[in-house]
C-alpha cells in the first residue's frame, strides 16, 4: 500500500509530481515482490532500465532517468 501523502512529499523533494511518483513507485515494489534488487550499480542499472520500458508502455516518463 502506498501512502498518498508520502508519495506527494517524495515526489515533492525530488522536483516531479506525484503523478509521476504514483506509477514508479508502484513498478518499482512490483519489481522488488518479483525478486529485483538494486544493491550493485549493475543491479540498479538494470532495475531502472526494466522500470523505463514499463512506464514508456504505458505513456509515462521515468522521473528519476528523465531529471538525471
Known sequence: M???RF???RGRRNGWPAAEEFPLLVVHGLLHLLGWEHETTEDRAAMQAV???IL???GLPHPL???S
Do not use: F, G, I, K
Request: charge should be neutral.
Open 51 to 53: 522500470e523505463r520500458e
Open 56 to 58: 514508456a508502455r504505458r
Open 2 to 4: 502506498l501512502a498518498p
Open 7 to 9: 508519495v506527494v512529499d
Open 65 to 67: 532517468l528523465e531529471r
